[in-house]
């Protein structure tokens, strides 16, 4: 049994009308799986991570101003969310989520979040929807494991991971990877271990063979121990923000050769929904939904 990791407030957040962020997006992806057959006992739920945990990774200063609405305004624009309890807590109890994806990979061998993938989070600033750099605090608690010495963070979210490849900048056990959009969001990039920037408007052949590239570089190349995979889907055909002409199928196929190359590999993999920005919250669903069916949660039929 594959775990799954969710919890009712991934999807509980007052947001302004016709707000970017597709919050209800979780919870359809939950209520999904569970038409599908996906029992109650599949998913476990998360606890949010305590403040005190965060800063001793990140800037004090900058935990404790989010925690406690001191923020600026300015801050708060570049996140992109109004400022609230809700969102404190939202936001621990999703990185908490990841956390404890992180845990049950290393356990099971594999482990999925129906949120995460916060990866423009940067140590003292939020950005673009990311407050928490989850993948990164969760590749340090992997590598708390005594069998993991090094982590693959392979994002193929369709926006560059800059805040995890700052933060994993001067840490050789915390490998960054990520295909993205060369013309789209963050503009100043940062430099991961490896980069893969992608064309406007590119196709599932170039753009499942430029995957297969950097999975094949990266595991020769670094020798991970563990992958925690960014599986956004934001590269899809229909996403308003991603520029990139991914099928529903190329994102299918994608999701497998991740899963197959960690598999072939004995990693464990802890993957993360990511980036989705279709506003029809049930074609985005079906989209996510990818990457429960290369996994093998359910069928692909």
Known sequence: MIPLVFHPIYSQLSLPFKHRFPIEKSQGIRDRLGQLGVAAEHFNTPQAVAAEQIKKVLEPS??????????????????????????????LTAVGGTLLTGKLALEHGMALNLTGGYHHAFANFGSGFCIVNDLYLCALQMLQAQEIDRVLIFDLDV????????????NNAVITVSLHGEKNFPYRKQISDMDFPLPKHITDEPYLETVEEALHLSMQQFQPDAVIYDAGVDVHVDDDLGLLNISTEGIYQ??????????????????????????????????HLQLFKAAGVVPNA
């Not at 926006?159 to 001067?170: F, R, Y």
């Not at 991740?258 to 279709?278: M, S």
Request: aromatic fraction near 8%; glycine fraction near 10%.
């Open 62 to 91: 900058y935990v404790d101003g989010f925690a406690k609405g001191t923020l600026d305004a300015k801050a708060m624009r570049r996140i992109g969310f109004p400022w609230s309890e809700q969102l404190v807590q939202r936001t």
């Open 254 to 287: 994608r999701d497998c050769m991740v899963f197959d190359a960690c598999k072939k590999a004995q990693l464990p993999v802890a993957a993360v929904i990511g980036g989705g920005y279709q506003r029809d919250i049930t074609a985005l669903v079906e989209v």
């Open 159 to 170: 926006h560059q991971g800059d805040g995890t490849a700052k933060l994993a900048e001067n």
